[in-house]
């Protein structure tokens, strides 16, 4: 059975052997500065251990694997221009490094080229392939979409939130499952729970990403602690917090909101975090996902041994501190 | 036979008639305003044209017809945000009406919407189809790139500009064809011949739209005359100007071209482009591009009858005054 490790220097092989055209320049530059950016390969894995469990020929699923990686790599890179963001890995984003004239350019171009890589399919497979990536391609839209309009909202439910994060990160994690097991010839039932398996694990690591961003260890998470925070962002220890505290905490919290001093906002906010125990809900929550991820894994018809990988992935993917 | 009046209004309920969702209100609103901003609908034309050759079911080809317009409309919608263009058919552009944001992903999902429909296609076609498009694409994406390093260059030449207004335009509308012609069930040598004859009506279109942008007649062309002029921009007649003067009707150029006056320097540059005779020289290509195109219809093996539409296409394409 393949370990992730082996798969991610699988992954890594491929894409730096992918063969960009040299010319234009600034349009293929970009696209292998952004899929060469050091990233943990987390989809196309999934979508190579998904194709695994049902047929030792999982490299038919290679393509695929590679378009799903694309694809997440060209929302980063269209993202990062929306966000603003100066930084992705410790490297200046697209935008930054060149402009943004090239960085929206060379995300519609690494889109085409997910298209490309995810046709290259059976044709008795495209039909079924295609349709799943096309919905799932839509959705993120509208999850990027979403987290953009509650920007400036104050009143984003937990409900809605969720539905946001299943949008922007659950469904691609799901759909790279789902294709896998497409590929390698699964039932439909069988790429039914894993497409439910990939729901799961995807809503437990946003959540995760939420609760390091604000409760990570400095040291060990890599990035700045309370970015979130600092951006008023709402996610979903905010929006909880929001929820349940009463007029007085609400009070402070909002005025917190409007801190300037950052290290003091910071302080402030997560204490308040503490207090109202949105911490533990959020860690709860996580436990629920992971739990309802396993349980789905083990009514999967495959020897249990094959399954081994996916569930330390999904464990490693909700339970990690970076 | 169909006239290209019925094709344009059949396209004109079915492009009205398509069902957005709803919701996020910000990425779909865009994409409407985009599709029914009063296009000519010339890509999905010959799409329905080109099929109407080989079969009266030329309706298989909507999905397709209707996918090759909305990539065409992402294009545009993504070209105006890096040109920051304000107006596009005498209406604000979506990164104006709304904001850029919005506009890189509405536009991202524009696309993802283009591929939905030209997947849309009988699981035999598919493979055929989506190669001609994936490739076509990424051509088109290529051409805007090269067309954006020329704003910074004085030294692109005449072989350069034809083919980046071949990728830029040229190969979308012979992939319109191509793709129609597979779909109504094509010989692959009858899919190139339209295929070779998209491209020369394209360079022939495109050159007609850099003449009439300088030559037009303000009242009949709809749009400001000179644009072209005013922003340096490496058209066919300027950089046939540039190739063909002396040293001293160069430097008038050049002086020209730094001119803050924006009326003397459109009457400057159009007058040395009479003097060199530029604009006879862009008249004599559009009318070799348009012999080449017909010369070519005229070999495809289907009864001239049935091409005549064609044939009047390519004639209002390179001879429009608008």
């Not at 949008?167 to 039932?189: E, Q, Y």
């Not at 917090?241 to 001093?261: D, G, I, V």
């Amino acid at each position: 059975m393949l370990k992730l490790k082996e798969i991610q220097t699988l992954l890594e092989g491929e894409f730096s052997e992918i063969k960009f055209p040299i010319s234009p320049e600034k349009l293929y530059q970009p696209i292998k500065y952004a899929v060469n950016n050091g990233g943990k390969r987390i989809r196309p894995a999934l979508t190579l251990l998904a194709a695994e469990l049902f047929t030792d020929e999982y490299k038919k699923a290679l393509p695929q694997a590679i378009g799903l990686e694309l694809f997440h790599n060209f929302t980063l890179l269209h993202d990062d221009i929306m966000d603003n963001a100066e930084v992705r890995r410790n490297q200046p984003t697209v935008h930054k490094k060149w402009n943004e004239n090239i960085a929206i350019l060379s995300g519609d171009a690494m889109l085409i080229e997910a298209y490309k890589y995810i046709s290259n399919a059976d044709p008795s497979l495209m039909p079924e392939t295609l349709k799943v990536f096309n919905q799932t391609a839509i959705e993120v839209c509208e999850g990027q979409q979403y987290d953009m309009d509650f920007e400036s909202r104050m009143d984003v439910s937990e409900k809605e939130y969720l539905q946001m994060i299943k949008l922007k990160t659950a469904v691609l994690l799901a759909a790279s499952l789902k294709i896998g097991a497409i590929v390698g010839g699964a039932d439909a039932l069988s790429q039914k729970i894993l497409y439910d398996f990939g729901i799961k694990i995807g809503l437990g690591f946003q959540l995760k990403d939420d609760f390091l961003d604000t409760f990570g260890n400095p040291e060990v998470f890599g990035k700045n602690i309370g970015g979130d925070i600092v951006s008023n962002k709402k996610t979903f220890l905010l929006i909880k917090a929001l929820e349940t505290s009463n007029e007085n905490k609400k009070r402070e919290l909002q005025q917190l909101l409007a801190e300037p001093n950052i290290d003091k906002k910071i302080e402030g906010i997560k204490n308040i975090y503490i207090d109202l125990g949105v911490d533990e809900a959020a860690t709860n929550m996580m436990g629920e996902y992971y739990t309802q991820a396993t349980n789905m894994l083990n009514e999967l018809s495959v020897e249990n041994q094959k399954k081994e990988e996916l569930y330390n992935l999904a464990k490693k993917l909700i339970q990690r501190d970076k």
